[in-house]
């Protein structure tokens, strides 16, 4: 049964951001494991690559090829961030879903799906990406409104195998429930930032108090991870719950829907 998307039945953001952030403390061990390695190691070579770009000399007898070089460069790196970050966030919000439906998590198997789906996921995600920067580079609010109109565009790829037609799929089921969407996302996103400020904050006491333990905490990596989790999980449960709005779907019947 299909209910017309412009049904008003409430998103009730309140209940999942609730469930969002009670689900990511109850499987912490899980989703910070999947993410960490992966993002240490992204943020080890953004640390590296860094200083080497920034001492470039662009007065140099060949100005126009040095700008070249770090034009490629930049886009190389945008690249693997792209691909990195879609990964991991596919393998995420599956691990996200399978607690959802109360199941447990299937890491390996939900890699193994996402690499399959990993050119619709990294192609599409490309264009969500350049559409909701335009967007926010221009008039913040456009970029959010993009950015909402395809939220669940990795589940619909990976679980319901959308494939490339995963944006419209994503569209229609978030049609009617864009602007609830952004504001559960600025809530979790000003939480998200208030925790990075804190990790930070812990760095400067340590350095000022010679506490060194604390000063190898790789932070960057720390915030990468428990964003990018949280994020999946959340979408996740947003997912799960438009399902539900817009086709009747309950946890039984989407965990028969999800094998």
Known sequence: MQIDADARIPLMVGRLLSDTFS??????ATYFSIAFIPLAL???????????????????????SMVGSIAVTVIIVTLAGLLIFSLLSAVLTLTAYDATLGRQPRVLANLGRSLRNLLPIAGLGLLYYIGSMIGLILLILPGLYIAARYWVLIPTIIVEEAGWSGLNRSAWLTRGYRWPIIGGFLVTFLLLILFSAALEMLQVFAAETGMNILLILPVGAISDSVTTGVLAVFTAKLYARLREIKEGLGIEDLFEVFE
């Open 23 to 28: 689900s990511y403390l109850a499987n912490i």
């Open 42 to 64: 992204w943020n080890y070579a953004l640390e590296k690559l860094a200083p080497p770009l920034a001492n470039i000399d662009v007065i140099s007898p060949e100005p126009f």
